[in-house]
């Protein structure tokens, strides 16, 4: 795959962004992680921040130069392209299995994502259950993984009206994406299923389940019937 040209570009004073063009892949993923270990070594660099085809470092500005900083990242871009590090990161990263309940209280927008893809619910779960995810990143709240890999089939929007309150372990599809929701916490992803693992404990170390460059593997451990299915 050609390397893509990233844009560089300062993010106030004391930050600088550099972020890939779409689509967001696996590869990108991976010289983003590779760029994002070498800054982290850098002088005058005080945090590095690994997004979804982006990547923001912070900087102190009385010691630091950014215009240094921003040929450095531009030679560190290009060069991960076929580095030692970036076939390192390919083979690194653990295997996670998550169990998940699917449909019924747990994914009550099962039967809406079966609807959008032509799909039976059951169908669903187990195209769903039957892929292998990459973390891409973390965001959005602690322990929060963007998973890619999803499904063409699978894709779906995003509720036009988000919920005020989506329950931990909710596993949701948003667009080209999956993802497990670690908190309660407001949302508007699709939720097809639940798990009951704890995927952020701030007294674990680390206290992150999932951490980029892991694969994941959903389980099915129920399938529910949808709320239509049990009122008819």
Partial sequence: MRNPVPRIYPLGDEALVCEAPPPATLDVQRRIWTVAAL???????????PGMNNLTITFDALTADAVALTRALEAAWHDAEGSDALKADAAEGREVEIPVRYGGEAGPDLAA??????LAPAD??????AGVY????LGFQPGFAYLGGLDAALHAPRRGAPRVAVPAGSVGIGGAQTGIYPAQSPGGWQLIGRTALKLFDPTRNPPTLLMPGDRVRFVIEHI???IEEARA
């Fill in 39 to 49: 800054a982290r070594g850098w002088d005058a660099v005080r945090e590095v921040v």
């Fill in 113 to 118: 994502v079966a609807r959008h893809t032509g």
């Fill in 124 to 129: 669903v779960a187990a195209r769903h259950a």
């Fill in 134 to 137: 990459t973390v891409f990143f």
């Fill in 224 to 226: 529910g019937e949808s």
